[in-house]
């Protein structure tokens, strides 16, 4: 068995658990969207201002909330089994998000997305420094 170096980084495990957790909240959202009324519409509280824009498209949003649950989940997997498809799809959700935060600042929505676009930007450096994308086959 060959020695990994990346994969022994408490950063390594942050980002695997990171996809999970993400998953697990857009299952949140997606659940609260596709099935309006239940005792999980509540968690909206932390964040109304996305509701109030994300409600009126219901089970269209709902369903592609699925879609990313999906591609989280399986990034997660494939990021912990150290495939290069599960680090490629990394890859390219944290890219993604930077593109929207990079949207949302030129829209006028300085603060959040400024900050999306630092913490984004920071996982995407991290991601494609050689030593981590050198342990994944």
């Given at each position: 068995?060959?020695?990994v170096v990346g994969s022994k980084t408490t950063?390594?495990?942050a980002i695997g658990v990171f996809l999970f957790f993400g998953a697990m909240m857009a299952s949140l959202?997606?659940?609260t969207l596709l099935w309006r009324g239940s005792a999980l519409d509540r968690i909206w509280a932390?964040?109304?201002r996305a509701y109030k824009q994300l409600a009126p498209?219901?089970?269209t949003v709902g369903i592609l909330f699925l879609l990313l649950v999906a591609a989280l989940a399986t990034a997660g997997i494939g990021w912990f089994r150290r495939r290069l498809w599960g680090w490629r799809l990394a890859v390219v959700i944290i890219a993604t998000?930077?593109?929207g935060d990079v949207v949302n600042c030129v829209r006028g929505d300085l603060l959040r997305g400024g900050i999306g676009v630092i913490i984004?930007?920071?996982l995407l450096l991290f991601l494609v420094q050689p030593k981590?994308?050198?342990t994944f086959t």
């Open positions: 068995m060959r020695h950063g390594f495990t959202a997606a659940a932390l964040n109304p498209l219901g089970r998000q930077l593109l984004a930007g920071a981590i994308r050198a």
